[in-house]
T-cell receptor, first 113, second 118 residues
Framework: SQKIEQNSEALNIQEGKTATLTCNYT??????LQWYRQDPGRGPVFLLL?????KEKRKERLKVTFDTTLKQSLFHITASQPADSATYLC????????????FGSGTRLLVRP | GAVVSQHPSRVICKSGTSVKIECRSL??????MFWYRQFPKKSLMLMAT?????????EQGVEKDKFLINHASLTLSTLTVTSAHPEDSSFYIC??????????????FGDGTRLSIL
C-alpha cells in the first residue's frame, strides 16, 4: 500500500540546535517533494521544493535532502529558534499529470528557549 | 503576493444545515484550486480539484452530492457542505495555483474553515 510517514511524536529541541525531520514514503514515485509549515488553526505555508534529480536544496537556515533510492527526504533547520515551533508537513507531487499533492501527517517541532 | 482568503474562518451550525465556504485568490488568477479536509493531528486529505469553468474532480470516496464545488471565476471557488451532520465537522482548507504555474510549484493555502456541526 502507499504510505507517507513522518514522525508522529513531537520533536523537542533546545534553541540553537539543528532540528532534523524525516519524511519516508512507500510505493510512490514523486517527481518532486515539497515541505510546508503549518501553525495551529492556520493553513500550510510553503517552505522548500526539491526535485527528484536534486540531492539537496538550501534556503537560509533550511536544508532539504531527497534520496529517491531510500525513498526519504530529510528537512533540517539549523540554529533553531522558538519561532520555528510549528508542524512541518512533507508533500509528494508529480506522480501523475495533475498538480495534486499527497501530504504526510506532519511532525510537530518544539524549540525550547 | 499570492494571498488566498478563505471565509468564514469558523462556522457552528445545527445538523441538517448547508454551509458554504469561499476561497478567493486575492492577487492572482487561479484556474485550479484544491479543497482539503484535515482532522486533528492528521494529514491534509485532498477532497477535490476545482477547475474554473468545468466540473470538479473528486477523490475516491468523496461524495460529490454532499460536497458541492463551484469554481465560477478565476478568483473564487466555493465548497458547499450540504445537509451537514456531526461527522462532517472538520477543518476545511483550500489552496490555489496561480495561472501559468509549472506543476511542481507550490500551492498557496487559505487559513482554513473550522466547521462544527451540533
Amino acid at each position: 500500500s502507499q504510505k507517507i510517514e513522518q514522525n508522529s511524536e513531537a520533536l523537542n529541541i533546545q534553541e540553537g540546535k539543528t532540528a532534523t525531520l524525516t519524511c519516508n514514503y512507500t510505493n510512490y514515485s514523486p517527481a518532486y517533494l515539497q515541505w510546508y509549515r503549518q501553525d495551529p488553526g492556520r493553513g500550510p505555508v510553503f517552505l522548500l521544493l526539491i526535485r527528484e534529480n536534486e540531492k539537496e536544496k538550501r534556503k537560509e537556515r533550511l536544508k532539504v535532502t531527497f534520496d529517491t533510492t531510500l525513498k526519504q527526504s530529510l528537512f533540517h533547520i539549523t540554529a533553531s529558534q522558538p519561532a520555528d515551533s510549528a508542524t512541518y508537513l512533507c508533500a509528494l507531487g508529480g506522480m501523475d499529470s495533475s498538480y495534486k499533492l499527497i501530504f504526510g501527517s506532519g511532525t510537530r517541532l518544539l524549540v525550547r528557549p | 503576493g499570492a494571498v488566498v482568503s478563505q471565509h468564514p474562518s469558523r462556522v457552528i451550525c445545527k445538523s441538517g444545515t448547508s454551509v458554504k465556504i469561499e476561497c478567493r485568490s486575492l492577487d492572482f488568477q487561479a484556474t485550479t484550486m484544491f479543497w482539503y479536509r484535515q482532522f486533528p493531528k492528521k494529514s491534509l486529505m485532498l477532497m477535490a480539484t476545482s477547475n474554473e469553468g468545468s466540473k470538479a474532480t473528486y477523490e475516491q470516496g468523496v461524495e460529490k452530492d454532499k460536497f458541492l464545488i463551484n469554481h465560477a471565476s478565476l478568483t473564487l471557488s466555493t465548497l458547499t457542505v450540504t445537509s451537514a451532520h456531526p461527522e462532517d465537522s472538520s477543518f476545511y482548507i483550500c489552496s490555489a495555483l496561480p495561472d501559468g504555474t509549472f506543476s511542481n510549484q507550490p500551492q498557496h493555502f487559505g487559513d482554513g474553515t473550522r466547521l462544527s456541526i451540533l
